[in-house]
């Protein structure tokens, strides 16, 4: 079993749980964030990478960030993350194995249904961190959709 990474969830530097998660207010952005929702191919076409994958790299060169060699555009499926932030600036967890998605920062890009075609709409800036192995109660509690994800 591995030991979980210390992170900072209110000022506190304990492992994070995702029961934490109740306790934390997120962050209030002002001003508000758009809320323009843009087809994957419309950001595929603008910044380049591959459409249908998870996580969407910008190179460099199409980066609008100039503090960055590139920036990596995350896409997770809600249905597969029940934990996830409902709101820009909210708190979540995102439940994944891979590696490409561990202690990284991210342009977190939410899926909505508009006239049955998918939109993405971002949510902001955020940095996964790995947290304390979930409780056998906890997996118990997800949908089989997730466990068995």
């Known amino acids: 079993m591995h030991q979980p990474v210390e992170a900072s969830v209110n000022g506190n530097t304990n492992p994070v749980r995702i029961t934490d998660l109740q ?4 962050l209030v952005i002002q001003p508000p964030p758009f809320t323009v929702s843009v ?4 950001l595929r076409l603008r910044y380049g990478g591959v459409e ?3 996580i969407q790299e910008v190179k460099k060169e199409y980066n609008p960030s100039s503090t960055a060699e590139c ?7 809600l249905d597969l ?4 932030p409902l709101k820009p600036g909210a ?3 995102i439940y994944s194995s891979r590696e490409d998605v561990q202690d990284r920062s991210f ?11 998918a939109v993405w709409r971002y949510f902001g800036e955020y940095r996964t961190e790995k947290c304390e192995p979930m409780s056998k ?9 997730v466990s068995m994800f």
Do not use: C, W
């Open 137 to 145: 109660e906890h997996f118990r509690s997800l949908s089989n959709k």
């Open 81 to 84: 993350n029940p934990d996830f």
């Open 107 to 117: 342009s977190l890009f939410v899926g909505f249904t508009r006239s049955k075609k």
């Open 23 to 26: 306790s934390t207010a997120g």
């Open 71 to 77: 920036r990596y555009l995350i896409f997770p499926q």
């Open 52 to 54: 249908r994958t998870m």
């Open 39 to 42: 087809p994957r191919a419309m």
């Open 91 to 93: 708190a979540g967890f």
